[in-house]
């Protein structure tokens, strides 16, 4: 069964709800999308609740780094979107260097609790990052998913699935590494 969210951008009446998704989930809950904004020392030194901290302080701040879905109500899950020169990390990348001047957004992570997994979220949490950019004036957005093998771990997916943002419009515009495809959804 496909759910239905409600998307709503990650406001500081809304950072409790964050907490929920991502507290929740294994991995994330350690990493809180701190991944992409720190150098790799500052990064695994925070490994945990210190990651937390950036995002935290990005939210507050008034800042809306990204959507979060509602599915009756109850926190289902995070998108991390963004303008691309926002992620250091993602900025100083070879493999995922800009494709050009464009000033485009990001997505680059997802979050889904345990219970809204494997319900057919993940397309519709893409094109709703697209709606979100594209609304606050971006030309395009543009995100960097795994197509999946048999070795793949859940932990793998943060990204996303090349097929899910097909679904939601996306196409491919460089394949900078054989799994890895380069992939936007461009105003139109």
């Known amino acids: ?22 507290g ?11 991944y992409w ?6 990064y695994k030194g925070g490994w945990g609740d210190r ?5 935290e302080a990005r939210v507050m701040a008034g800042e809306e780094p990204g959507i979060i879905a509602y ?3 109850e926190p289902a899950a995070w998108v991390s979107v963004a303008p691309r020169t926002s992620f250091d990390r993602l900025n ?29 979220l993940m397309p519709i949490l893409a094109k709703a990052a697209a709606d979100f950019a594209l609304a ?12 999946p093998s048999e070795k793949s771990g859940a932990g793998d997916l943060y990204v996303g699935t090349a097929n899910a943002f097909r ?17 936007r959804l461009m105003v139109t």
Not at 24 to 34: I, L, Y
Not at 167 to 177: F, I, K, Q, S
Request: charged share 25%; net charge positive; glycine share 6%.
């Open 1 to 22: 069964m496909t759910l239905a969210p409600d998307i709503h951008p990650a406001t500081a009446s809304r950072w409790p709800d964050l907490v929920e998704v991502i």
């Open 24 to 34: 929740g989930c294994g991995v994330a809950n350690k990493c809180w999308c701190a």
């Open 37 to 42: 904004h720190l150098s790799s020392a500052d």
């Open 51 to 55: 990651n937390r901290l950036p995002l």
């Open 71 to 73: 599915v009756e109500d």
């Open 92 to 120: 100083r990348s070879k493999n995922f260097a800009p494709l050009d001047d464009m000033p485009v957004w990001a997505v680059n992570c997802f979050v889904v609790a345990k219970q809204f997994r494997r319900r057919g």
């Open 136 to 147: 606050k004036g971006a030309p395009g957005v543009e995100a960097y998913p795994l197509e």
């Open 167 to 183: 679904a939601a419009g996306y196409v491919e515009v460089a394949r900078p590494l054989p799994r890895r495809p380069i992939m």
